[in-house]
């Protein structure tokens, strides 16, 4: 049977000497994995740049039950992306979040409020003049709502912040996932939204905590090309 949904890239693998398997969060069926034969032949009708991070596509793909692997029918760029192809910055960034994506999404899991809020990412990384340096620690954060674990905002007047719990607190806790001082400052400035300034390392420190956050909320967030994103768009 032929399923037609809206998609959006994330990466792809080689297959076979003509084919690859391509990684693509549908907005219908959730991630998919998806055999698309000989596009990696000269004379493809499906081109290898529509599998780039980030690409957004409208599909149909069979799928067979008690088959973990789906076979590509059809394939368009329903939106061609000028900035992301051409802007540096952009294009390591939508590296950045694929990866991330594809470490966090679960195959075949329909998620239409997450897959929104990749798409609207999509269209802010195309469509804003500026992005600010902090973009992709906002992108972090806001993931968490999505996958269950969003910091707490209350009692943000608090010395201390429990990562293991993702909430304030009145004194450092039992175990060692607490922040406080500068590092508190400037994850609070970050979780909500007060406009200060950040300097290189005080990213760097935040991307370190963010992690951290992400692996003890079960999500192991490995071999990211964070430190090359961060350091396109230091201020």
Do not use: W
Request: charged share 25%.
């Amino acid at each position: 049977m032929l399923h037609k949904t809206k998609g959006i890239a994330l990466h792809y693998y080689k297959y076979s000497e003509s084919s690859v398997i391509a990684k693509i969060f549908t907005k219908n069926f959730g991630l998919q994995s998806i055999i698309i034969n000989s596009v990696r032949q000269k004379k493809a009708k499906s081109k290898l740049g529509l599998l780039q991070p980030f690409t957004l596509l409208d599909l149909g793909f069979i799928r067979r039950p008690k088959s973990g692997l789906k076979r590509l029918k059809e394939i368009t760029n329903s939106k061609p992306l000028i900035r992301i192809t051409n802007d540096i910055n952009r294009r390591l960034l939508a590296v950045f979040f694929s990866e991330i994506l594809l470490k966090v999404l679960i195959e075949d899991e329909k998620e239409e409020l997450l897959f929104s809020f990749i798409a609207k990412t999509v269209s802010e990384l195309e469509e804003k003049e500026c992005l600010l340096a902090t973009y992709p620690l906002t992108f972090l954060l806001n993931l968490t709502s999505f996958l269950g674990f969003y910091p707490s905002k209350e009692h943000s007047d608090l010395p201390f912040f429990d990562l293991l719990n993702g909430l304030f607190s009145v004194t450092e806790t039992k175990h060692s996932y607490f922040i406080s001082g500068t590092d508190l400052h400037n994850f609070k400035s970050l979780l909500l939204e007060l406009k200060i300034d950040l300097t290189y390392q005080d990213r760097k420190a935040l991307l370190l905590i963010l992690l951290d956050y992400f692996k003890l909320h079960h999500y192991e967030l490995k071999n990211l090309k964070s430190h090359i994103v961060i350091e396109q768009l230091h201020a």
